[in-house]
């Protein structure tokens, strides 16, 4: 079983940055596809970002694509999701999710394993 957990998250101000982490554990492969989503209060889930094994491919939200960066390290079993010009709309849970089929996967049930979410609130 493969756990993933997340850390980072806050309450800042718009226009702050802030980086998110997530760490994997238990049976987690390097060559998953992880990714990012975020859900808003009385809001579907939606896509952020991805990552494949390589690093090199990634793929990202419209909303979030000159803003956000994802990467990951294989070696710490981890993915960073580098949040900048955070504006009060990017606030939600954001979870961090694992094993997609590709880093172009975009819907919540192309993953099979998810962390429990961290909270990120952004101030006007």
């Known amino acids: 079983q493969v756990q993933l957990v997340e850390s980072g998250g806050g309450f800042v101000q718009a226009g702050d940055s802030l980086r998110l982490s997530c760490a994997a554990s238990g049976g987690f492969d390097n060559r998953y596809v992880l990714g990012w989503f975020r859900q808003a209060p009385g809001k579907e889930r939606e896509f952020v970002a991805a990552?494949?094994?390589?690093?090199?491919?990634?793929n990202y939200a419209g909303s979030t694509k000159d803003r956000f960066t994802i990467s990951r390290d294989n070696a710490k079993k981890t993915v960073y999701l580098q949040m900048s010009s955070l504006k009060p709309e990017d606030t939600a849970v954001y979870y961090c999710?694992?094993?997609?089929?590709?880093?172009?996967?975009?819907?919540?049930?192309?993953?099979?394993?998810w962390g429990q979410g961290t909270q990120v609130t952004v101030s006007s």
């Open positions: 990552i494949g094994w390589s690093r090199y491919n990634t």
């Open positions: 999710a694992a094993g997609g089929i590709t880093w172009l996967a975009v819907l919540p049930s192309n993953y099979n394993y």
